[in-house]
């Protein structure tokens, strides 16, 4: 069987919502369904989700939160009147007007549950359509089935592992459709916990590991993953297949497909993914796999993401300084910051950070802590770096793809900041000034791929 995950462009409106159902009818082996809640119709349009949080966010602050409710009311008649299926609609004012309407105990967990509200009244939707059109489908409650979460130290939703027991018993019925709303599960004592937004694909991702699936489908609305960001390159290459471990490396710098949570329940699972595209379905789409069956090119793609910092600290003898190393990773454990990478040369060390995780403050105790407590002679920040990453398996054990890559940005006037690629040639790293970023990335794709 299959998972079939559909983003919210798919779900936008009344006509999007009938490719939807042809797309699950036409293979029978299509009957677990991931709904998101209705997206954007028009590029000036504004998501179902974003008017629930204006809703959230206006009651918390006191204010009239009626016109952002009545637009999401507004939302799924127009959609429910078009379908021909209003008999749903007093199911899914009921569920919203609940939500809303409550007690207001944690603003977190208030704001969790309205914005789980348009998955849900998606999933609500949609399975009342299957059935006017003569076919068997149940909605599907996270809570009935047993899809819990809970919120880590740092705020972040965590899937509790019962989850993959209790979501394996879903299929009682295999003529069944069972539509699922995504980007939510609930806490053990019964509150609605959301996934960071995007999260309807970890959903689908954890229903496809839960059940076994034969594939986790996840429908969007282009033909495939391209090769490198499509708003830098004019009809850059397509990607047809790519490994688990390519797109980690790609995620890595912003090449964002799938939320990047999404694919561990699959990865660990060895369930293949197939990205397809709801407004062309018959167009193959871009399988990410546990193996390659074949490599159209040696690249498989590159991206290039902002928002890095360079920590640079210097100590002479530091090489012959056992346990140097560790304790500057302690400090940087112990004031609760993410490393990225660690370059280090005879008596200097280079940590990389996320800028967002390194703020001014934190950066002033962990630099003070470095210089008192490790002796260090000096220590330099620098809040300007992007990563390009260059990413293909097809690259190992062939030669000169560094030569040719360092030499195409030195031609362009580009310092190279940084130069990385571990053993198992899988990717290569380069930093550079954040201002060269898209620049570089389109000088490397002229590059490697020749076009
Ligand atoms: N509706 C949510 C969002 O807009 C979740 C999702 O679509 O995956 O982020």
Redesign the pocket.
Known sequence: MKVTKF??SSLANAFQIKKVCDIVLADSDRKVVVV??P?KRTSDDI????LLINVAKSRIAGADYKPAFDAVINRFREIAEELEITDVLPSIEKAVTEVVESKIVDTVLYLDSVKAM??DSSARLVARYFNSIGHKAEYCNPKDCGLFLKHNDVGKAVILDETYDNLAQLRKDEDTIYVFP??YGYSKNGQIITFS?????ITGSILAGALRAEVYENWTDVDSVYAVNPNLVKNPFPVYEITYDEMRELAYAGFTVL?EDALFPVYVRGIPVNIKNTNNPSAKGTWIVSKRTHYDSLITGIAGEKGFCTITIKKYLMNQQVGFLFNVMRIFMEEGVSIEHIPSGIDTVTVIVRKKYFTPEVQEVICNRILKELAATDIKVERDLAILMIVGEAMANSVGIMARAASALSNAGINLRIVNQGASEISMMFGVAESYCSYAVKVLYKELFRY
Do not use: L, N
Not at 47 to 50: A, F, H, L, S, Y
Not at 197 to 201: E, K
């Open positions: 983003g919210g998101s809640a997206g998501k179902v989700t974003d348009g998955e995504g980007f937004r995007g999260g309807s694909d939320h």
